[in-house]
């Protein structure tokens, strides 16, 4: 039986994510000798036979099946047709932040955001193949890593690959430094597991394993461009006012998971009750608001914000940017933007970052197998 437990107390460092591209390629050649030529962890589970209810005794009280859907209000009138694939989401002013775990999603903080379009879904395999077709782009994933660029690594690691999630055969200490991260050589956004993988069955799942550089360069084709951390924020509220999900207070809705997120003992347990031990196709769960999807779970979305744990505290309150460089304590010296929205691998037990006040960070040339993005467009 599943128990839920507390959120543990996090600081930025404590959020499970994967050390940078650098780290590993500078690292012993024990990774890379573990990762072979790849693994096949990914599992599909046929939406129709999947359970979607939670399991009996998944949830320790019954208000966690209350319904709890947020008030929609009419949205103002959008500037113009919507492009193909996006909604407006209006412009206005709310509380950003503010979740008390996480030290670097304080204080909370108003802020004002003017209306702008978005991608109602995560970015497709087929949406990127179209991108990748039309440019002969090579994501970083793809590059072999050169020297240059990883000073001090040993030549047999200057391998291309990317970071791959590995669940561990029994339960593992939480507060240490995740030991579910492996570099894969050959894992790249068409084969997210290893070379011997491939997405071939994943067309409108989201594409994997972009670095932040991977995906501005989408979006700069397509005529977009990835969104500010406030914009994102605001577009996940979906009108609703502080909420503890995108979709309202209560983890369950009629008894039904909401997003794509982590059931059982997180990492080596996944019970996949919504139905998805890895990512679903996109808008397979409902629509917040604004008619977004997945802006909870799935896959984690880049912004365009450099990160530092401090910045809420500085933050300008109007159309707020981030700040003019990145700081991430855990790994000083590393170049990181934010990442929002969580993913598959959140639990309600461990990360929790699928909350729409969390936050998230990566280094602009890693991507892994839990980490895609979506575009906005002003209007
Ligand atoms: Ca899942
Ligand atoms: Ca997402």
Redesign the pocket.
């Given at each position: 039986m599943t128990q839920r437990r507390r959120p543990p107390k996090s600081s930025p460092d404590r959020n499970g994510l994967p050390k940078a591209r650098g780290r590993w390629l500078l690292a012993v050649l024990t990774p890379l000798a573990l990762a072979g030529a790849g693994i096949a962890i990914w599992t599909s589970f046929d939406r129709t036979t999947a359970r979607h209810a939670p399991r009996r005794g998944a949830v320790e009280d019954d208000d966690h099946l209350t319904a709890d859907i947020p008030p929609v209000e009419t949205p103002p009138r959008p500037p113009a047709p919507a492009p193909e694939g996006m909604v407006w989401v209006p412009g206005g002013k709310f509380v950003m932040g503010g979740e008390t775990i996480f030290a670097d999603a304080q204080p909370s903080h108003e802020v004002e955001v003017d209306g702008f379009w978005m991608d109602r879904t995560e970015v497709t395999n087929a949406q990127f193949a179209r991108f990748v077709e039309a440019t002969g782009y090579v994501t970083i994933a793809e590059q072999t890593p050169k020297a240059e660029d990883y000073p001090g690594a040993a030549a047999e690691n200057l391998v291309a690959g990317s970071i791959v999630f590995r669940p561990p055969d029994g339960a593992v200490d939480l507060a240490a430094e995740p030991q579910w991260w492996i570099y894969v050589p050959g894992a790249d956004w068409r084969h997210p597991e290893g070379a011997a993988s491939d997405i071939d069955a994943r067309q409108d799942h989201p594409v994997v394993h972009v670095g932040w550089l991977d995906a501005a360069a989408y979006a700069r084709w397509a005529g977009k461009r990835l969104p500010t951390e406030a914009e994102w924020e605001l577009a996940a509220r979906g009108g609703a006012e502080g909420k503890r999900f995108v979709w309202g207070d209560e983890l369950l809705v009629g008894g039904a998971w909401q997003a794509?997120?982590?059931?059982g003992d997180f990492p080596s347990e996944n019970t996949?009750d919504?139905g998805?031990?890895g990512t679903a196709p996109v808008a397979t769960f409902p629509a917040n608001g604004f008619g977004l999807y997945d802006m909870a779970g799935n896959v984690w979305e880049w912004c365009s914000d450099w990160y530092r744990p401090d910045y809420y505290g500085k933050s300008a309150k109007r159309n707020p940017h981030g700040p003019p460089s990145s700081n991430d304590p855990w790994e000083p010296g590393v170049p990181k933007r934010v990442q929002r929205g969580g993913s598959?691998l959140c639990s309600d037990a461990y990360c929790v970052r699928y909350r729409p006040g969390a936050r998230g960070k990566g280094a602009i040339d890693s991507g892994a197998t839990h980490v895609g993005f979506r575009c906005v467009k002003d209007d």
């Open positions: 794509n997120i982590w059931q996949a919504d998805y031990t598959y």
